[in-house]
């Protein structure tokens, strides 16, 4: 159980100076192969950890500062994208503010929207639109749609890193067996366009297999790991699996009680309230393997994992530098 007294950020005295740069601890035979982040950023509580206190935040003041100690953050905004009404997509104002609000070496996760991931439309639906509860979704893994999505990420430019594809559990009402899932996603990744990396979740437990990972591997697309939703724990799948699909990597560290840490946070997210060592430990064996093949991990951060997405990132490196040692080549910062 955590205490009430919480360790500065990152164990250093320069980590919470108002509106400075994070110092980071990353040992420097990783700094060309890591990338840190959290999953979303607009959350006043971080004030202290990397938001100056003393200041006044508007959505859009967010990001400009969260860029200054982390170089990487996962948009899930527009994942919801499927309604009755017809498909959203980003508004291309949004998107420039977004890549205009971070330097150039910063690369965005984006979520892809889940009109082309879901099968079927969602069974809650209003009562106005009760007809589309569980209807076959037509825009499924639809090339022309991701498309369009792309386009309107185009002001992200080489800001923009890798575009993940959420699919849900899959039941056989949903998707007769893996193999027809294959082959719907092989045929989807060899249409996708180039020079792009795509990067694939999937929530059926029984699926991670040397099939999916091939189909992975034979279109360059980067595996997810996921710590959380009922998935088995990544340190298990790494050890199982190995996934090496791509020259990157994401890992997104989620918890598996999202309302009960929501309800014991008070939605105030600066302190660690369920830690997950393992989970931690588990990312940075991935994260060195993945460096010694020349492969970048992109770590994303839920509140939802511990407590405090920013916290997590820091016991991270903590962690990562106690087992690197003086032998870790040296240390830099983001």
């Not at 104002?93 to 979520?111: C, E, I, L, M, N």
Request: hydrophobic content about 40%; glycine content about 8%; proline content about 7%.
């Amino acid at each position: 159980m955590a205490t009430d007294q919480q360790p500065d950020l990152f164990s250093s005295p320069k980590s919470t100076v108002p509106g400075g740069r994070l110092d980071l601890p990353v040992p420097e035979s990783l700094r060309l192969f890591l990338r840190l982040g959290t999953c979303s950023w607009k959350y006043d509580s971080w004030k202290g950890l990397l938001y100056d206190p003393a200041k006044s935040y508007r959505p859009e003041d967010y990001l400009a500062d969260y860029a200054k100690h982390l170089n990487t953050v996962e948009v899930d905004q527009w994942f919801w994208s499927l309604f009755p009404t017809g498909v959203t997509l980003p508004a291309p104002d949004t998107v420039k503010q977004y890549a205009d609000s971070v330097p150039g070496d910063f690369r965005f996760t984006v979520k892809a929207p889940n009109a082309i991931t879901l099968t079927h439309y969602y069974g809650k639906q209003p009562k106005s639109a009760a007809e589309f509860a569980n209807r076959p979704n037509e825009h499924f893994l639809d090339l022309g749609l991701l498309n369009r999505f792309l386009e309107r990420l185009s002001p992200m430019g080489r800001k923009l890193g890798p575009v993940m594809s959420q699919f849900e559990y899959l039941n056989r009402q949903k998707m007769p067996s893996l193999a027809a899932f294959l082959e719907r996603l092989e045929r989807f990744l060899a249409g996708a366009p180039k020079g792009f990396q795509y990067a694939i979740e999937i929530r059926n437990p029984n699926w991670l297999s040397p099939g999916f990972l091939e189909v992975l591997a034979r279109n360059g697309a980067g595996y997810v790991f996921l710590e959380g939703y009922f998935m088995p724990h990544i340190g298990q799948v790494w050890g199982r699996l190995q996934p090496a699909t791509a020259d990157f990597t994401v890992i997104r560290l989620h918890g598996s009680d999202r309302s009960g840490i929501e309800e014991r946070s008070g939605e105030q997210w600066d302190r660690v309230l369920d830690p997950h060592p393992e989970g931690l430990a588990a990312a940075a064996t991935i994260i060195r393997a993945n460096a010694d093949r020349k492969a970048v991990t992109f770590v994303n951060a839920s509140n939802h994992f511990e407590g405090s997405a920013p916290r997590s990132i820091g016991r991270l490196l903590e962690m990562m530098g106690r087992e690197g040692g003086a032998s870790a080549a040296g240390i830099t910062t983001l």
